[in-house]
């Protein structure tokens, strides 16, 4: 499965499309990993949508911050993380 669509946000009549990344995390293994990671991306952009996989310990989120900065994020809380898949 791949990640097809775009949250779409009006800003006056322009639409904008932020960036959804998928992130490996591999040290994500329960719920005050969960917890930790959606405070942390929620701090740096409050207007973050962040999605769990914990089975596959991954982490998507759709943000106006750049891939390198949701991993500095991540690094940050105390989680390495590899960029899997980046759509826009």
Do not use: W
Not at 4 to 13: D, F
Not at 55 to 64: A, K, L
């Amino acid at each position: 499965m791949t990640l097809q669509s775009l949250e779409v946000r009006q800003a006056g009549n322009q639409p904008t499309m932020e960036p959804i990344m998928k992130f490996s995390v591999p040290d994500m293994s329960c719920g005050h990993c969960k917890a930790t990671i959606g405070k942390s991306i929620e701090q740096a952009d409050g207007t973050a949508q962040v999605e769990f996989d914990m089975e596959n310990r991954t982490v998507t989120v759709t943000s106006t911050r750049s891939a390198d900065e949701i991993a500095g994020v991540l690094k940050e809380a105390g989680y390495s993380s590899e960029l899997l898949q980046q759509t826009r």
